[in-house]
């Protein structure tokens, strides 16, 4: 039997995986396992991530900008940060990529490897920070859009 969880619950699920895998300290000779353990967990973050911004995110867009027009600048600005988002997914892929085929063949040296490790939990880090903060631009964002004070004064 399998659940099938909404965009955004999928999307959180696999954020807090990722950054407790991360954030996870290296033993001592499983620096390799710690990779692969930051793998899995960010393995289906490109999928997650694409379909939240496809069925939540952008339909968030959608309505801001018909809601009120004079926030279409915000709305491009969101979308421009989708890319970057995409653009950081990527590097910290071919980081954590690297990472993990350095520690496969650095079996006992692994603290050769600990600058390489640190800058993969940074970008790790900083890529679910800002993912999460692109929800939040969203959502107040729209809240703006319905609630906001447009300045008509009544007579």
Do not use: C
Request: net charge negative; aromatic share 4%; glycine share 4%.
């Amino acid at each position: 039997m399998s659940i099938t969880l909404a965009p955004g619950e999928n999307l959180a699920a696999t954020l807090t995986k990722l950054e407790t895998a991360l954030l996870s300290p290296v033993v001592a000779g499983e620096l390799s396992t710690w990779a692969h353990t930051v793998q899995e967990a960010a393995a289906t973050l490109a999928v997650d991530l694409a379909s939240y911004l496809r069925t939540v995110l952008h339909v968030q867009y959608a309505e801001i900008a018909q809601t009120d027009p004079e926030m279409s600048s915000h709305v491009e600005k969101l979308i421009r940060s989708d890319q970057q988002l995409f653009e950081q997914l990527t590097h910290f892929h071919e980081e954590l990529h690297a990472l993990a085929e350095a520690a496969a063949h650095v079996k006992k040296n692994e603290g050769k490897l600990a600058e390489q490790r640190q800058r993969v939990e940074e970008t790790g880090i900083a890529l679910v920070l800002n993912i999460k903060k692109q929800q939040a631009a969203a959502t107040t964002w729209l809240a703006e859009a319905h609630f906001r004070d447009r300045g008509v004064a009544a007579d």
